[in-house]
C-alpha cells in the first residue's frame, strides 16, 4: 500500500439522506490505512468520469468514510456512485490529501457549511474542540437539523452549532458573520460556489481573519445529458414567472425554490397528484400515469418527473 | 393443504373480464412453483396455475406437467394413475384406461380396433416443468422470460432452513402478496414490538434498482431484538434493546422475494415464492434461513413465529381491492413517496411486463 493510489473495497452503503449515501471503504485485509489529518479528502477513480474528491467524514484508521450527495446538475460522478456501487466492489483511492488546509491560528474557530459541504467539517470541528478551541458552526442545509450527521453536530460546550433550512427559512448571513468575527478568527468555509463567492467577499474586508475555502468542485467540465435530461425553460402562466431548470435538475426541485408548491404524493410519476396543466411548449414524459394518448396530447404532465424537451420553453398552469 | 377454491370462497368486487385475462396472460411467461417437490411420488396430483387445472405426475422419476383433463372425453387425469406398459411409466386416465407418456403423447388407447394407429392429435400439450429449491415450478408459456430466480442460501449447509406451507392459500393475487412482503413502512402497524415501533413510523431512506431479472431494495432499519432480528441465544441478547438490520430484498420478477436482512448476528433470509391459483388466490412457499442459533431443537421456535407474522399480514392483505393490483393511471392508489418508492418501482416493472393492465 505504498503507492498512491490503492484498491479499496465497499463494505457498507447507506442511505444518510435523501440522495445522500455514506459509503465506507475498507482495505481487502482490513489493513490500517494511511492516516489522515482534520479536513482531508480522498480522491477516487471513476472509470469514464475521473478523479472526484470526496471528504472522510469518520476517524477509524481502519476504515474511509465518505458522504456522496447526488449532484443536480452533476458531472457523473455522483450518479454513478448512486447507481452503480455495491458493497464488495472494488475502486481505487488515493492517499488522503490536506486539501483544506490545517489550522494556522490559535483563536476562535467558524466553520461555515453548505448541504454536503458539512462533510470536511466533521474532522476539522472535531480536531478544534479536541485542541480546546471554541469553535462555532453554521450549517445551511434543506431539511437541516442537523439531518446528515445529527451525533456528530451536537452542540456542545464552547461549540454551539446553528442549522439553517434552506427550504424554509433565511440561509446564513455572512456579511454580519464577516462583521461579527472577533479578531485573529480562523474560518473554514465549504459549500456551493455561491456560498464560497459570498464568503470570499464577505471576508475580504477582513485581514485579521484567516478564511480557508474549500469548493465541491473544480469548475464544470462540459457532459453531454442524456437525451431529454437537458436545460429548458419554465415560464409560469399565473405569475408570469420564468427561469431555466438545468441539466439533471429535477423540475419539481426547481418549482419549490421559485417557491411554487404543488400538491403531491408519490414523487415518482405514478399516482397522478401533481398533475398539472401545460398551456404551452413541448414535453418530456417520464411518468406511468398518462396513457400514450394523453401524453401526446401535450396538454398535461406529471411536475415530479416529467421535463421541458431541452432548448425549448414550457409554459405551465401554475 | 389444498389447493382446491375454498367452499365459502366468494369473489367480490371482482376484476372486469378484461383485468383476469391480462392478470393471466402477463404471468403466464414465468416459472412458477405448485407443489412441493417432496409431494409429488407415485401418484398424479392436482393443481391450479393461473386458473388451469394441471396434473403433476412422476414419470419415470422425471415431474411432468400437462391439462388436468383427458384428451378423449375431458375426464380430470389427476384422478388417474401411473401404469407401467412396455418399460415405461404412463399416466392413465381412469375413465376408459387411454394412457400418456412423459412428452404427452398417447401410448395406449384400449379400445383401438386392430389395425388402427393411435391418432396423431391424441396427445397432450406438455408444459415446462423445473425442480429447484425443493420445489416443483411450471412454465405455462413455451418460453420463459426469467429463469428461477436463484436462493444461494438454500444450498448452503453453513444456513439452517425451515420451510413453511400455509395451512389455508391467501385470498390474495401473488403480486399483491409480494408487494405484502416488500413493504416495510407497515412493520411499526401490523408487526409493533416483532419488526417496528408505531412511535417510529418513519421510513427508510431505500436505495431501489434493477439486476437483471431482479428488483432489488436495500435499507437501514432499528427494530426490536427478538427471534426476526438477533440471535437470541446468546446470553448477551437483550430483548429491549434494538437492533441494526440491513435489508436487501431480491424480488425475482414478478413472484419471488428473497429479503437478506444482516445484524450483527449473522444473516436471516425469508424466502417467498408465490403461486398463483388464480387472480385472486395464492399458495406461498415460504424458506427461512439462518446462519445462527443452529441447533435443530431451535427450528420450531423460529417456525411459529414466522406463521405468527404471516397470520398478522393475512387479514389486511387479504383484504386489499381490487384483487389485481392496478394500473397506474387508475388513480385507485395513492403511494407516498419517498417511503413507497420500493413498491412504486415493483409496479412500474409489472406494468412494463404486461401483468396490471385493467381494473
Redo the contacts between chains.
Keep these: 500500500m505504498t503507492a498512491d493510489r490503492f484498491l479499496l473495497r465497499i463494505t457498507r ?6 440522495g445522500v ?1 455514506a459509503i465506507t471503504l475498507a482495505a481487502p485485509d482490513g489493513a490500517p490505512l494511511p492516516a489522515a489529518a482534520p479536513g482531508a479528502h480522498v480522491e477516487i477513480e471513476i472509470p469514464g468520469v475521473g478523479l472526484r474528491p470526496y471528504s472522510l467524514t469518520g476517524d477509524d484508521p481502519r476504515r474511509y468514510e465518505i458522504a456522496v450527495a447526488l449532484a443536480a446538475p452533476g458531472r457523473g460522478g455522483s450518479r454513478r456512485i ?2 452503480g456501487w455495491r458493497v464488495g466492489d472494488e475502486v481505487r483511492v488515493s492517499a488522503p490529501r490536506d486539501g483544506f488546509g490545517p489550522a494556522r491560528a490559535n483563536g476562535p474557530a467558524l466553520l461555515i457549511a453548505g448541504g454536503i459541504g458539512i462533510t470536511p467539517m466533521l474532522t476539522i470541528r472535531r480536531a478544534l474542540i479536541a485542541a480546546g478551541r471554541p469553535v462555532t458552526l453554521h450549517h445551511a442545509a434543506r431539511g437541516a437539523g442537523g439531518g446528515l450527521f445529527p451525533e456528530a453536530l451536537r452542540a456542545a460546550p464552547g461549540a454551539p452549532v446553528w442549522h439553517y433550512d434552506t427550504a424554509c427559512g433565511p440561509r446564513p448571513d455572512l456579511a454580519a458573520l464577516a462583521c461579527s468575527a472577533p479578531a485573529g478568527t480562523e474560518v473554514w468555509c465549504c459549500g456551493p460556489a455561491r456560498m464560497i463567492d459570498a464568503a470570499l467577499a464577505a471576508f475580504a474586508a477582513r485581514p485579521d481573519v484567516v478564511l480557508h475555502v474549500e469548493r465541491f468542485t473544480a469548475p464544470a467540465a462540459p457532459e453531454t445529458p442524456p437525451a431529454d435530461a437537458g436545460a429548458f425553460t419554465v415560464a409560469l402562466a399565473r405569475s408570469g414567472h420564468r427561469f431555466t431548470v438545468a441539466p439533471h435538475e429535477p423540475l419539481l426541485e426547481r418549482l419549490r425554490a421559485e417557491g411554487v408548491l404543488p400538491e ?5 410519476g ?4 401533481c398533475l398539472t396543466r401545460v398551456l404551452g411548449g413541448a414535453i418530456a414524459h417520464h411518468d ?4 400514450a394518448a394523453e401524453q401526446a396530447a401535450g396538454d398535461r404532465m406529471l411536475v ?1 418527473v416529467s421535463r421541458g424537451q431541452p432548448g425549448t420553453t414550457l409554459v405551465l398552469d401554475l | 393443504m389444498t389447493n382446491a377454491l375454498p367452499s365459502d370462497f366468494r369473489s367480490e368486487d371482482g376484476p372486469s373480464a378484461e383485468a383476469i385475462a391480462g392478470f393471466r396472460a402477463g404471468m403466464e411467461p414465468f416459472w412458477h412453483p405448485v407443489l412441493e417437490a417432496a409431494s409429488l411420488a407415485d401418484r398424479p396430483r392436482a393443481v391450479t396455475l393461473l386458473g388451469r387445472r394441471l396434473v403433476l405426475v412422476r414419470l419415470d422419476g422425471v415431474a411432468t406437467a400437462f391439462p388436468d383433463t383427458c384428451r378423449h372425453f375431458q375426464a380430470q387425469l389427476s384422478l388417474g394413475s401411473v401404469v407401467r406398459v412396455d418399460g415405461r411409466e404412463l399416466l392413465q386416465c381412469n375413465y376408459h384406461g387411454w394412457a400418456f407418456a412423459g412428452d404427452g403423447a398417447c401410448a395406449r388407447i384400449p379400445q383401438l380396433p386392430a389395425g388402427r394407429c393411435i391418432p396423431k392429435t391424441a396427445g397432450l400439450r406438455r408444459f415446462a416443468v423445473a425442480e429447484r429449491h425443493g420445489l416443483i415450478w411450471v412454465c405455462l408459456a413455451e418460453e420463459p422470460r426469467f429463469p428461477i430466480p436463484d436462493f444461494p442460501e438454500e444450498a448452503d449447509p453453513r444456513f439452517r432452513k425451515v420451510r413453511l406451507l400455509e395451512e389455508h392459500p391467501m385470498r390474495t393475487s401473488a403480486t399483491r402478496m409480494i408487494m405484502g412482503t416488500l413493504d416495510d413502512t407497515h412493520f411499526p402497524w401490523v408487526h409493533e414490538g416483532i419488526l417496528g415501533d408505531r412511535a417510529h413510523p418513519e421510513p427508510p431512506l431505500h436505495r431501489v434498482w434493477r439486476e437483471g431479472a431482479e428488483l432489488i431494495v436495500q435499507y437501514e432499519a432499528d427494530q426490536p431484538a427478538g427471534i426476526m432480528t438477533t440471535d437470541m441465544s446468546r446470553p448477551e441478547s437483550d430483548a429491549g434493546a434494538t437492533v441494526r438490520l440491513t435489508y436487501t430484498d431480491h424480488v425475482g420478477m414478478p413472484n419471488v422475494i428473497r429479503l437478506v436482512k444482516e445484524s450483527a448476528a449473522g444473516r436471516y433470509v425469508v424466502w417467498l415464492a408465490t403461486s398463483p391459483v388464480d387472480y385472486n388466490l395464492t399458495i406461498n412457499f415460504w424458506i427461512f434461513a439462518r446462519d445462527y442459533d443452529l441447533a435443530a431443537e431451535r427450528d420450531p421456535v423460529y417456525l411459529q413465529m414466522a406463521a405468527h407474522v404471516r397470520e398478522q399480514d393475512r387479514p389486511l392483505i387479504e383484504s386489499q381491492r381490487p384483487w389485481i393490483v392496478p394500473p397506474f393511471w387508475t388513480q385507485i392508489e395513492l403511494p407516498l413517496g419517498p417511503g413507497d418508492l420500493p413498491l412504486i418501482e415493483y409496479q412500474k416493472w409489472i406494468e412494463e411486463l404486461g401483468i396490471a393492465t385493467a381494473v
Excluded: F, K, Q, R
Excluded at chain 1, 452503503?13 to 435523501?18: K, N, R, S
Excluded at chain 1, 406511468?288 to 396513457?291: A, F, M, Q
Design positions: 452503503i447507506a442511505p444518510l439522506a435523501e449515501l448512486h447507481d403531491t404524493s408519490c414523487e415518482g405514478v399516482c397522478g397528484t406511468y400515469y398518462l396513457s415530479c
